[in-house]
C-alpha cells in the first residue's frame, strides 16, 4: 500500500547541513499498524510531515497505492490531504469552541458529504473509539487527555483515509490510557482496512506495532 524509496530531507544550519531523514526505504501493507522510535531530533516529525505531504523532499519517492504523491500537483496535493491522509498529533489540536461531535463532523463538511450523513458518521466513528454517548456533545475541554485524543482519532478517520499519521500520539497520556490508546490504533489499522504509522520515543508503546523501525540521525532500520 505504501512505498518509500530514497526519500531525503535535508536542512541547513548555519554554515552546516542536517539530513533529517536520508535515503530512506520501507515498505507497509494495509491494515498494519507501524511504529517508527527514535530520540528526540532522530527525524520522525521530518519523516511524517514528508509522508503526509506537509514538507517536500529533496529525493525520493513516496508510492500510496498506485500513486507517486512526490509528483502531485498542489491541486492534487490538496485533494490528497484531504481525503486519503489522516493526522493525530501529540497535542490532540482539537477546535476548542466545537463538541466532539463536531469536531469528527468538520473534515466530513470539507470533503462535500452531506449533514445527516456526516453527523451519523461522526456518532459511529466516537463510538467505535470509545468515547461514550453522554461525552460526544461536550467541547475538548470537558474531557480528559486520553477522551481527547480518542476525539482526534475519530476525526482522523473522518473521510476513511487509506494512510493514518500519528506523532508521538500517546506523548501527553498516563501509561494506562497510552496502552489503551495503542490497542485502538492496532485494531482501527484492521476493521478499517488502513496503514496507521506512529512516531514515537516510547519502546513500549511501539511493542504493540506489527512493524517497528528505529529511526537514527535520519537512517531507518526496520527491528521487525
Known amino acids: 500500500m505504501l512505498t518509500v524509496q530514497k526519500l531525503s530531507k535535508t536542512f541547513s544550519s548555519g554554515n552546516s547541513s542536517v539530513h533529517a531523514v536520508h ?111 453522554d461525552k460526544i456533545q461536550r467541547r475538548p475541554g470537558k474531557l480528559s487527555g486520553g477522551e481527547q485524543q480518542r476525539v482526534a482519532i475519530a476525526r482522523a478517520l473522518a473521510n476513511t483515509p487509506k494512510l493514518i499519521l500519528a506523532d508521538e500520539p500517546t506523548g501527553n497520556l498516563d501509561t494506562q490510557t497510552a496502552k489503551t490508546i495503542i490497542h485502538l490504533l492496532h485494531n482501527l489499522a484492521k476493521t478499517e482496512h488502513a496503514t496507521i504509522i506512529i512516531a514515537t520515543h516510547d519502546a513500549e508503546a511501539a511493542q504493540h506495532a506489527d512493524q517497528v523501525f528505529r529511526l537514527r540521525d535520519g537512517r531507518l532500520a526496520q527491528i521487525r
Do not use: H, W
Open 23 to 133: 535515503d530512506v526505504n520501507f515498505n507497509l501493507g494495509s491494515g498494519k499498524l507501524a511504529a517508527i522510535i527514535g530520540k528526540s531530533g532522530s527525524g520522525k516529525s521530518t519523516l511524517l510531515a514528508l509522508l503526509g505531504t506537509l514538507d517536500e523532499a529533496d529525493t525520493g519517492s513516496i508510492q500510496v497505492e498506485k500513486d507517486d504523491v512526490t509528483r502531485f500537483s498542489e491541486q492534487e496535493l490538496l485533494r490528497y490531504r484531504r481525503s486519503t491522509i489522516g493526522f493525530i498529533f501529540q497535542s490532540y489540536n482539537l477546535i476548542p469552541n466545537l463538541s466532539a461531535l463536531e469536531n469528527v463532523m468538520l473534515p466530513m463538511e470539507f470533503n462535500g458529504l452531506a449533514g445527516e450523513k456526516r453527523k451519523k458518521r461522526a456518532i459511529r466513528l466516537l463510538t467505535q473509539v470509545g468515547l461514550t454517548e
